[in-house]
């Protein structure tokens, strides 16, 4: 599934029209860790709590010309909205932002736990988890493997249902696209 590019100038207007950005107001910022510093740039971490508890995180890479706030790691930007994911109205995701851990719920499309490694998927804009199964033997398993989980661990993923899985909050996970929020 290729990626799909977004219109930065759409989303930040939704984000604030339609989306939590037009409620929600900065309560406290916090670094994460000291800066650091990659063969693209280096780059800030920050906590961001907002009034009403909710907490965010902003990324700010810098190069030559500055330093710029990553807008979809901020929003934790969805390639499609979770509401239309959740009711089968969009069967595929390139670009998701959620935090995994490993579960142990094998059912219905996904009975075989030789086959499929379950995990338990959320994320800020989920009020219920789902739960996402990937091939043990695809490539998707094989970057899964480079971070064993400890906890729940940030990922931007691409995903799809299977006939009706979504029904069951059930969705195969085709792609992992990075560690993190921040897409390289």
Request: aromatic share 12%; net charge positive.
């Amino acid at each position: 599934m290729k990626r799909k590019s977004i219109n930065l100038s759409d989303t930040l207007k939704r984000f604030y029209r339609d989306g939590p950005g037009g409620s929600e107001k900065m309560g406290s910022m916090k670094k994460v860790s000291e800066s650091v510093i990659t063969q693209v740039g280096a780059l800030q971490r920050f906590s961001v709590t907002m009034s009403n508890g909710t907490k965010r995180l902003l990324y700010v890479p810098f190069d030559e010309s500055g330093g710029r706030v990553d807008f979809k790691c901020y929003t934790a930007y969805c390639s499609e909205p979770w509401d239309k994911l959740l009711d089968g109205t969009v069967v595929q995701t390139a670009e998701m932002r959620v935090y995994l851990e490993l579960s142990d719920y094998y059912n219905y499309e996904f009975p075989d736990q030789d086959q499929w490694q379950c995990l338990l998927a959320t994320a800020p804009e989920l009020v219920d988890p789902i739960y996402l199964y990937v091939r043990r033997d695809s490539p998707a398993m094989k970057e899964l493997e480079k971070c064993p989980f400890t906890e729940p661990t940030r990922y931007t993923i691409a995903m799809e249902n299977q006939g009706k899985s979504y029904k069951r909050r059930q969705w195969q996970l085709t792609r992992v696209i990075c560690n993190g929020w921040l897409v390289p």
